[in-house]
């Protein structure tokens, strides 16, 4: 059962930490006695709920998979005795700190009902910086951007501070403020990034979070569009594009302290930077391994050549850097096979990581926060059909508890099991894919089936619990996650496959995953549709104006409908955008024979189209304009618009009404096997 700390063997010394200390143990929690037994660290009773009981997992109300995470990004403070986490409130995050015995409890709120909370970090006990985001339609963008704004608050005094806002009487507001470095050895400084004249090029200024006061330390360069440090916190590197360019500008500042253009330099046509080592003459690289992905090395700027490789996978690349949860260091790197990998660099947390890996067999662990003044941890484990749960570690008397479920009314033993496949194409390779079934698992056989390629396009899905994907198949629908060409993580040549193919290659992909989930016996070829998001609601659109016959219906959320249209908007209000707008759009034909707006009289079957007002990627307008069009033409079309969830559908209430229209939908055209 979910929440039941584990029996844990003798393991932390088996993983090569030393010392004579006692093995892991843990406390064996019944959640069905809520409030008779004692955990380490005192939770609201609503978040451990043990989840309702259902016979079967279609009997799951809708409102299970929409709300948003009851308990999530769990940090500890510096000193390892206060918690702080999300939780969802109205459809909301809210920021809950508390003392580890429960005392001391704070509900802090978004600053205002525009801006959404996003990622934070404890200063000290009582001082929390927060980065939070909000859509905003200024005249100045010339239509809706996402801003962010930086706040700190003091636990103490229950206050709010806008660490970037304007000084005496100027009106000018930074539209993204980031933060470049904690500073983690000072108690009352941060740098933070801020470019009030609006021209993409920030300047770096130190920042007192108990204040507001700040000063200056580096100013913007044309071309630069963020600044970082090296782990010494000096400013040592920037890199961006000029707003009507798409030249790639990289700056670097030696130890002597001039600044050379890494533009000019040989081995930046190959590698990457991604971080410093504590030498701040080595660089951590990005570039082409051995077995075709990218890989991680360490190379000398003094001499331009590569001192060792740090992680090379044979199938697929490195993803982001891996920050330590106290310093903000580069500690590792992660990666994505099925799930959600990271290879620590320090040997502590390696060690930590294959000890939990060890107590919690089955789960894929993270290692998600440290105190900085004790050897306290928190612990994320997860799976396929488990969304996730927090335990906490104090390495003193090797306890480790599990704190709370990241979703509290998700049973894991009713959700789908996701399964890796390969599938193989038109061009006799094969590309990798999710199948989510229902049933428990068991073979599937002649279902209703929905195809769910991702946004992106140069992203790519995995077999993490996905809210959506589990929706559907609790509904009886076979779920099909294609990773066409294109799809990043699989190496450069497949990514690059896919550039300049929408609607060629990556939507043949699309078509040949299909045609080959109805081969195997799994999809009833007559109740199939297309469904997707972002990019992928453009592929569920041009799915059924290339493939006729092949889907019963269309879904698509937050989609490109006129490719003309997103590659105008790009490049007119997106800084960097001529990089990757040339990547769009078919080798070889016109913009609008690959736009499912242009081809719209092409659609013989029943659409839906949704899509968000304060949507600042793709203007809800592409989806409102193409279900105008269709029902000029007398298609069978409907359109939902959100009031709120933005691109990413980040409110409980945007997801809600999404998946209640998608199942209507799609139990009317494709039915279901209930």
């Not at 932390?12 to 143990?25: R, Y």
């Not at 390969?422 to 056989?445: C, F, H, M, W």
């Not at 000029?632 to 990413?648: I, P």
Request: proline letters at 5%; hydrophobic letters at 35%; one cysteine or more.
């Amino acid at each position: 059962m979910r929440g039941a700390s584990p029996s844990i063997a003798s393991i932390e010394s088996d993983a090569g930490v030393s010392g004579s200390s006692p093995p892991i143990t843990t406390n064996v929690f019944n959640r069905l006695f809520i409030g008779v037994f004692i955990t380490l660290i005192a939770i609201p009773s609503s978040l451990h709920a043990q989840p309702a009981v259902y016979e079967k997992p279609s009997d799951i109300p809708v409102e299970v998979f929409a709300a948003l995470p009851t308990f999530s990004s769990a940090l500890l403070s510096p000193s390892g005795k206060k918690l702080g986490y999300y939780v969802s409130m109205r459809g909301r995050r809210h920021l809950v700190a508390q003392n580890l015995d429960g005392s001391n409890r704070s509900l802090i709120p978004p600053w205002d009902k525009k801006l959404e909370l996003g990622s934070y970090f404890w200063k000290s006990d009582d001082l929390i910086v927060f980065s939070l985001s909000m859509t905003l339609n200024r005249r100045v963008f010339r239509g809706k951007t996402t801003e962010t704004r930086i706040m700190s608050f003091n636990l103490a005094t229950e206050e709010f501070r806008w660490l970037g806002k304007p000084k005496g009487r100027s009106r000018k507001v930074s539209q993204l403020e980031r933060i470049v470095d904690r500073l983690v050895d000072d108690p009352s400084h941060i740098l933070l990034q801020l470019d009030f004249d609006l021209d993409t090029t920030p300047s770096v200024y130190k920042v007192n979070i108990e204040t507001g006061k700040r000063k200056r330390r580096k100013g913007g360069r044309r071309g630069i569009n963020n600044w970082y440090t090296d782990q010494n916190s000096v400013i040592r590197f920037g890199a961006g594009y000029r707003p009507d360019s798409s030249k790639y500008n990289a700056t670097f500042r030696t130890t002597e302290g001039k600044w050379i253009d890494l533009t000019k330099v040989d081995w930046a046509d190959e590698y990457n930077i991604e971080g410093f080592s504590e030498d701040a003459n080595i660089l951590y690289v990005s570039g082409l391994s051995a077995y075709g992905t990218i890989g991680l090395f360490r190379l000398d700027i003094r001499s331009g050549e590569i001192i060792d490789s740090v992680f090379a996978h044979e199938k697929v690349d490195m993803g982001n850097m891996f920050n330590h949860p106290v310093t903000g260091r580069l500690a590792g790197v992660i990666y994505v096979d099925d799930f959600y990998r990271i290879k620590y660099f320090d040997k502590t947390l390696s060690s930590l990581q294959r000890s939990f890996t060890k107590a919690l067999p089955g789960e894929n662990i993270t290692i998600v926060g440290k105190a900085r003044d004790a050897e306290k941890y928190l612990v994320f484990a997860d799976s396929d059909t488990n969304p996730g749960d927090y335990y906490y570690y104090d390495r003193s008397n090797r306890q480790l508890d599990w704190i709370a479920a990241y979703r509290a009314s998700i049973d894991a033993s009713m959700m789908s099991p996701v399964k890796q496949v390969s599938i193989p194409v038109r061009d006799n390779s094969e590309i990798p894919a999710y199948l989510t079934q229902p049933n428990g698992g068991k073979t599937p056989e002649n279902l209703p089936a929905i195809i769910l390629p991702h946004g992106g396009p140069h992203a790519r899905d995995n077999a993490e619990w996905d809210w959506w994907s589990q929706f559907y198949a609790s509904r009886g629908y076979l779920v099909l996650q294609p990773n066409f060409r294109g799809s990043e993580g699989y190496g450069p040549a497949y990514e690059n496959a896919g550039k300049k193919q929408w609607g060629g290659l990556m939507q043949d992909d699309v078509t040949d995953a299909t045609r080959w989930l109805i081969a195997e016996g799994m999809a009833d070829p007559e109740r199939i549709c297309i469904a997707g998001a972002s990019y992928g609601g453009y592929a569920a659109l041009m799915g059924v104006i290339k493939e006729t016959e092949l889907y019963r219906c269309a879904i698509s959320v937050n989609g490109v409908t006129s490719l003309p249209r997103l590659k105008s908007e790009d490049r007119r209000r997106t800084v960097g955008s001529r990089a990757w707008t040339k990547n769009m759009g078919l080798e070889g034909v016109e913009d609008k024979a690959v736009s499912p707006y242009h081809r719209a009289d092409e659609i013989t079957v029943p659409v839906l189209l949704i899509s968000s007002v304060d949507d600042a990627r793709v203007p809800y307008e592409h989806s409102e304009d193409m279900h105008n069009k269709l029902k000029r033409l007398r298609k069978d079309s409907q359109y939902v618009k959100l009031e709120n969830g933005a691109h990413s559908m980040l409110t409980a209430e945007s997801r809600l009404i999404t998946l209640r229209e998608t199942e209507n939908f799609l139990r009317e055209h494709i039915g279901d096997r209930r």
